[in-house]
């Protein structure tokens, strides 16, 4: 017999009480058929009943140690009920048929619908054929084919050893390595009755420097998704490497000074500039919330003209892909933005029903706990003609940021994000090396000041957290010039 | 609610499947309803039945496997018992947790486990709708400048928490906490869109009174409503009580001892009784005070949650522990600890103590009412920060609204550069505090 932890995690679940056959699919249909049909029979318009199975695995080390190994098990279900331009959403870890029916009337009771006899007969709803986008890809066999905790441990040690040996002034570094499984069914009263399995993998070091008064932190990670053997196969030196680059230059670098600056924004995690300052704003959530200023502008210049911007799902082992997304729904490209004019939105199936625009295979969520809402996936502004080399020698003076950090967007369109490793541009040359900047604005100013970028587009994984909680995402662009923005930083 | 019968029968019987080991339980069980009202004036409700239980097994060599799962189930349990023995071997093995004992743990705080076990009935979901839907619609009309409460929820949360473990040591603490938050946006003519609001919490419906979170909401709102630019450059700042503890728990490793054992904090072992603020500052961790809603009895290991000095009169004078760090820093557990695969500590509900008034500098500063995006502005191992706030310029007394200003520094040259804290405490989210006088600051304003 495999050892739990080295191959088959999901073993454990044998035991779990509502799992019926161990997975989710066909013999769930009856009762999901039924429960939907006593919705509907109920008064509810629409109704939808998600079902998540989760497993991960954590393994972390401190200073070359293993410091935990971290697995943990979830089951769970999500009910959402609309009738008229009222929706509830219920969840619960209950998924035996009473704990089911439990939240089904629930939903029910908030949206004043008075909860029917549940027949024991009949398929209220027909549900369609199960898709089962699981077995198209033989994803079934992921979980027991991902590395075990002594696998990913030898790993992660052996980064340990290295960021020990090549950044200078180490004060103490951590390594870890994750792994989430998760494998869900969505079944809707319209008919959709979906399967698909996940699996989202990441590798991540960071460490703290120390010499004298300076002190620098950094981090780097790679990601994946739907790629079983990643964390065993996936090349950790460049991520030492950038690492003890990064810390050579950062240790002793001076905060950066505030003000006005024009700004090259290298690619990959520069992505987030778009993601935070304008792929919000493009969620239906955000037209519902009346928080966007683009919500009246499909067709309309919102952008620079060198800008086109996509949202989309299909990428290959990109983090933010999804063969279908939490509604059932097929993964799909959505070009958000093409020329600098606006072209469509990122919608989930309540934006839809309520604003009209078509879905887009958005509708997204972190587990059974949230209801779906619009939420990007790879967003990412397409490259330009010209190279990163061209866009900093346009600028006579400005700001080259090669690494971000995390960002966010307010109520009112103003966003703000971290840098984490920058450097002053002088006479169209990189200088010295800042520490400490913020970049502020609103989405629609900057969006207009985004004015070249370059043909070097690179994507990076990263997280969003936002109304239906933190789920995984890809950021990316060209390396990009901003023509002026405001850094904050010392003053 | 939990029976502790049922929880010690559930121990014995795994015990019995599997002999020879010790083990602990912890976690809860949760039960919620929320409201929120759409800009449509429709409802958005949602409710969920969620359990949470850290399980911690160790093997007869002492070695420990922790598991995470959403079940009190028996044979679910006894699953995870066996993938925490195969996982014992794999971790680490140095500086483990023992099983706690009942003698080690200490007497849960009295009057507040009185406090704490009268919960509230819930109120019915209609009753929270209506009470929601009122609020915002008096804060749509406070001034006419308001466009829209486009954030905005009522909540009210049962909570079973229990720990219990293989050798005796059992509690359990049930609670109720009612919150809400408001947060508006609005546009005065000619100027840019601003949102601001406000929240509240109590432990029973009837007590939240939403009058008083509309009133602040709105009056922090209207008096965003006008702003102006003003130079970047250095400043005096004043912090309110919020945004002062927003800031001060960013640097949460500051007061954690497993962070400086990780040599993962701004401190060190030698930093105890070492002057690390200016000496108006005093701050405790006190979680029973009478604005904290719902205390904690005991923390993850079962350790009665009691009252911690942190840094009086700007020397450190104490650290969060759980069981291991005490034991490598030769004290007692704080009753600090947050279980999982590797223990953390954290803070309850800070207590920044008063002083003797903010004085002149009042009259001429930067007010900083709300630091934002923590998260992405904060390097708590660098120890600084740059980060963009709503807040005000106090010019000759005379206040006024700042768009697109952002405030930075260093931690440490902060909290050693306080030069007045005010008389008068305010009640936050993280704990109560003072607004607190800084002499200097960065301060980026846009434009």
């Keep these: ?491 | 609610m939990l029976h502790t019968d049922e929880i010690k029968t559930l121990l014995s019987k795994i015990q019995s499947a599997r002999p020879g080991i010790e083990l602990d339980l912890s976690g809860s069980s949760v039960a919620d309803q929320t409201v929120k009202v759409k800009e449509s004036n429709t409802l958005d409700q949602s409710a969920s039945q969620r359990t949470g239980v850290t399980l911690r097994v160790w093997n007869s060599d002492k070695r420990i496997g922790v598991v995470q799962l959403t079940s009190l189930d028996f044979n679910e349990l006894l699953a995870a018992v066996d993938v925490a023995l195969e996982a014992a071997p794999l971790g680490p093995s140095e500086d483990l947790p023992r099983l706690p004992l009942a003698a080690d743990a200490g007497d849960v705080n009295s009057s507040a486990s009185a406090r704490s076990g009268a919960t509230a009935q819930p109120a019915s979901i209609e009753k929270m709708a209506e009470k929601l839907k009122t609020a915002v619609e008096q804060l749509k009309k406070f001034h006419p400048d308001i466009q829209g409460v486009p954030y905005n929820a009522l909540t009210q949360r049962a909570v079973e928490r229990f720990y219990a473990n293989t050798r005796g040591l059992m509690r359990t603490q049930a609670s109720s906490v009612v919150s809400t938050y408001l947060y508006a946006v609005g546009q005065a003519q000619g100027k840019s869109s601003r949102a601001a609001g406000h929240w509240g919490e109590e432990d029973a419906f009837e007590k939240l009174k939403m009058d008083d979170v509309v009133q602040v909401a709105g009056e922090t709102l209207v008096a965003h409503l006008h702003p102006i630019k003003i130079p970047s450059g250095q400043y005096p700042v004043i912090f309110s009580g919020q945004a002062f503890l927003d800031l001060l728990g960013a640097f949460g490793n500051l007061f954690s001892a497993q962070n400086i054992l990780d040599k993962q904090s701004l401190h060190t072992r030698e930093s105890l009784g070492q002057t690390m603020a200016s000496e108006l500052l005093s701050l405790s961790d006190d979680p029973f005070h009478e604005w904290s809603v719902a205390p904690a009895l005991f923390d993850g290991e079962g350790t009665a949650v009691r009252k911690t000095a942190l840094v009086e009169k700007g020397v450190l004078k104490g650290l969060w522990h759980h069981s291991v760090t005490a034991r490598s820093f030769g004290t007692q557990s704080t009753g600090h600890a947050r279980v999982g695969a590797k223990m953390t500590v954290g803070s309850w509900f800070y207590n920044v103590a008063a002083g003797n008034g903010l004085g002149s500098i009042a009259e001429n500063c930067i007010w900083v009412d709300d630091v934002e995006a923590l998260h992405a502005g904060v390097n708590a191992l660098q120890g600084s920060f740059s980060l963009p706030f709503k807040g005000f310029r106090i010019e000759n007394g005379k206040k006024s609204s700042l768009e697109g200003v952002t405030v930075a520094g260093d931690i440490l040259t902060l909290l050693k550069s306080i030069v007045a804290i005010d008389k008068k405490q305010e009640r936050t989210s993280a704990g109560v505090c003072p607004p607190v006088a800084v002499s200097s600051l960065s301060i980026t304003c846009e434009g």
């Design chain 1, 1 to 491: 017999m495999r050892p739990l932890l080295e191959r088959d995690f999901d073993s454990s679940f044998a035991s779990v009480r509502a799992a019926q056959d161990g997975s989710f699919g066909e013999s769930w249909r009856p009762l999901l058929s039924l429960l939907l049909g006593h919705a509907r029979r109920s008064g509810a318009d629409f109704s939808e009943i998600f079902l998540e199975k989760r497993n991960t695995l954590r393994v972390s080390t401190e200073n070359g140690k293993v410091t935990s190994v971290a697995p943990s098990f979830s089951l769970g279900a999500g009910v959402r009920c609309f009738k008229g331009s009222q929706d509830v959403y219920v969840s619960t870890n209950d998924l035996s048929r009473e704990g089911l029916r439990w939240a089904v009337d629930q939903a029910l009771g908030m949206l004043g619908c008075s909860s029917r006899m549940l027949s024991s007969i009949g398929r209220d709803v027909q549900l369609e054929p199960l898709r089962d986008f699981a077995v198209l890809k033989r994803k079934d066999e992921w979980l027991a084919a991902c590395a075990g905790v002594g696998a990913l441990s030898e790993r992660l040690l052996a980064m340990s050893s290295s960021l020990n040996k090549n950044v200078a002034h180490l004060q103490s570094d951590q390594t870890s390595a994750f792994r989430d499984w998760q494998e869900v069914l969505v079944a809707a009263s319209d008919g959709v009755f979906a399967r698909d399995i996940r699996l989202h993998q990441l590798a991540r070091a960071g460490v703290n420097c120390v010499d004298g008064t300076h002190r620098t932190s950094l981090h780097e990670q790679r990601a994946s998704t739907g790629q079983p053997r990643f964390l065993e196969e996936v090349d950790l030196n460049p991520i030492v490497d950038e690492i003890a680059a990064s810390a050579k230059v950062m240790l002793r670098a001076d905060y950066v000074s505030a003000g006005q600056y024009p700004l090259v924004m290298a690619n990959r995690f520069g992505g987030v500039i778009f993601h935070e300052a304008c792929g919000h704003l493009l969620e239906t959530t955000q037209i519902e919330r009346k928080t966007t200023p683009f919500a009246d502008s499909l067709g309309k210049q919102i952008a620079h003209e060198s800008l086109t911007a996509w949202d989309e799902g299909v990428t290959e082992g990109a983090f933010g892909s999804t063969d279908m997304d939490d509604e059932g729904m097929p993964a799909q490209s959505t070009l958000l933005i093409e020329n600098g004019i606006l072209r469509n939105f990122i919608v989930d199936r309540a934006g839809s029903m309520r604003f009209g625009h078509p879905r887009s295979g958005s509708g997204r969520r972190q587990n059974f706990a949230f209801a779906p809402a619009s939420r990007m996936r790879n967003t990412f502004i397409a490259p330009g003609k010209f190279t990163p080399e061209e866009l900093i020698a346009s600028c006579e003076t400005g700001l080259y940021c090669k690494k971000m950090g995390g960002g966010s967007v307010g109520a009112t369109g103003e966003f703000n994000f971290a840098v984490g490793e920058a450097y002053l541009i002088e006479k169209g040359k990189l200088t010295k090396p800042v520490k400490g900047a913020t970049l502020i604005g609103t989405a629609v100013d900057i969006m207009k000041k985004i004015s070249a970028c370059a043909n070097d587009i690179e994507l990076a994984p990263g997280f969003c957290g936002s109304v239906s909680g933190t789920i995984y995402t890809t950021v990316g662009q060209p390396h990009l010039k901003v023509d002026n923005i405001t850094v904050g930083g010392r003053a």
